[in-house]
C-alpha cells in the first residue's frame, strides 16, 4: 500500500515497530479497460466487467490458473449415461459476503432470474437445453418453475436437459450463471451492484467504485478459500488509453499492463527483464452489419472486402507485435480442433485483388463510384493505425471508409442497437474449448451475436455437435459450422492474438497466456 502523506507513513511505521511481525498489506493494482456498463453479470456482455464478476462471484464451476475447469461451490458432480441429468452437490462450508448460508436455492433463483424475459439478459443461452428453455424466454411459458433446474435439499442441485451437453462443465464456469444474492436483488434493483448493496460470494467484496476512476475490492472473510487468497486488496483502475496505462505502469500505480504497437518497442529496450510474450485465445477483427446496408444484401462486397485485405503486411508491417493472420474464428492456442479459414487463404494477393476488383463491379461498384462505409470503433491509437491501413487496402477496389471513433460505453449501445455499417473488436476466449468461440454466431446469441449473423445451416451444425456426446463428432460438425460461417462472409478476422505484456518482478502468480488472470491466484512478494 502507497501512503499518500508523511504523517500516515510515520504512523505505520511506529504500528509496524510495535506489532513487531505485523506486514504490510497486499495490494495488487491492475486496469480496466473500460469504465463497466454493469457489473450484473447477467447483463453484461463486456469481457472486463466480467472479469470483475469473477473477483466478486463464484459459479458451481470454475476455473484454475490456466483456465481448466475445477470444482467451485460445487464439489462434486455426476452426470446420468444419457447425458441428460447433471447432479451437484454444493460444499457446505460456503457462503455469502455477509455470512449467510449459501444454498442450492440461490442457484435456482439465478437460473430463473437469468431466463426471465423481464430481466432482459445479455445472453441466456447458457442455459439452452435446460427444460422449458425456450417456452420461458420466448414468452410462451410464464412459470419460471418449469425450468430445468431444482434444489433437491439444500447442497444439492438438479439440472434436466433436453439434450447432452459436453460444453455444459465449462458454462457452467460463465458469470451469466454465477449465484445472485435474492434479497439484495429485489430490495435494490438496478442498485444492487452498487459497493453499499453488493453481496457475493467470491474472492473479494466490493468497498468501492469511482465512476471513471477505479473499483476497490477487498478480501471476503467468509470465502470458502479465503486462506488461500494472499492479496488484501484490488484496486481495478480504469485506462482507457492504453498510453497513459504504460505511464501508469511506470510509476508503479499498475502491476501489469498489456503493450501496443507503439511502446513494444520501448519496452523491448528498456525494459526486457520485465518483458512477457504469449499466444493468447483471442482474435481481432471487423464485423458487417448483417441486418441492414448493402452488406448485409450481398455477399459479394463482403467477400471483395476479405479478399483486399492484405494480413501477412498487417501482421508484419502496420502492427508488428507478433500476431499470426487470421482467416478463421478459432485462435491456434485453442485445444483439439483443426483450424478452419477463410478459402482463399492460400491465393495470392495479386489474384484476390483482381477478384475483388471484380466482386465490386458486379455488385456496382468501383473507383469511380465508391462503396462508402463509416466504420466503428473504440477510441485507441493503434486500433486507428491498423484501421487506416486496412482502408488504405479497400480504397483501390472501390470502397471509401470513414474512421468513427468513440467511447466504449457508446460503442455497446450502437452495437446493440445494430445501428452502425461496419466495426471493430478483439474477442477473447474465457476457456480453453472451440465452442467458446462459435457461440457468438448462433441467430439467438443476443447482444453477443454483435452483428446480427443468422444461418439456420451454422444453427443446425452448432446445435447437433453442442448436444453430440461423441467428442470426436462433437468437434467435426462445429469444425463444419465454421466454414459454414467463413464461407457467408460476415466478418473479416485480421489476427489472432499474441499477449505482450510487463509485469512487476513484485507480481507473483501471473500467467502470461491469459487475458484476464484472476486476482485470487496473484499476489505480491512483500
Known sequence: MRYTSLRLAVVAAVLLQTAGVAQAAQVLHRMSEQEPETLDPQKSSSAGPLAIDRDLFMGLLTLDPDEHVVPGVAESWEISPDGRTWTLHLRHDAKWSTGEPLTAEDFVYSFRRLVDPKTAAADPS??????????????????????????????????????????????????????????????????????????????????????????????????????????????WIVTEDLKAGLLR?????????????????????????????????????????MKHGPLAQDIRLREALNLAIDRETLVTKVDPRGEKPAYGIIPPVTSDYTQQNMRFKDTPMPERLAKAKTLMKEAGYGPDHPLKLKLSYTTEESTRQLLLAIAAMWKPIGVDVTLDNMEWQVFVGITNERNYEIGYLNLVGTYDDYENGLDNFRSDAGIYNVNGYANPKFDDLFHRGGTSTDPLERRKLMEQAEQVMLDDYPLAPLEYYVLNVVVSPKLEGYVTKIIYDQSRFLSIKP
Open 126 to 235: 447458457d442455459l439452452t437445453q435446460l427444460i422449458d428453455f425456450e417456452e420461458i424466454v420466448s414468452g410462451k411459458e410464464k412459470d419460471l418453475t418449469k425450468l430445468g433446474v431444482s434444489a433437491p435439499d439444500p447442497y444439492t442441485l438438479k439440472l434436466q436437459l433436453t439434450a447432452a451437453r459436453l460444453a455444459l462443465k465449462f458454462l457452467l464456469t460463465d458469470p451469466m450463471l454465477f449465484p445472485l444474492h435474492k434479497a439484495s436483488v429485489e430490495k435494490w434493483g438496478n442498485a444492487w451492484t452498487q459497493p453499499e448493496h453488493l453481496v457475493g460470494n467470491g474472492p473479494f467484496v466490493m468497498k468501492s467504485w469511482v465512476p471513471q476512476a477505479q473499483i476497490v475490492l477487498t478480501k471476503n472473510p467468509n470465502f470458502y478459500d479465503a486462506p488461500s487468497i494472499k492479496l488484501d486488496e484490488v484496486d
Open 249 to 289: 505502469y511506470r510509476a508503479g500505480e499498475l502491476d501489469w499492463m498489456v503493450l501496443t504497437r507503439q511502446n513494444l518497442p520501448w519496452a523491448r529496450e528498456n525494459l526486457p527483464d520485465q518483458l512477457r510474450t504469449a499466444d493468447a485465445n483471442g482474435y481481432g477483427f471487423i464485423f458487417f452489419n
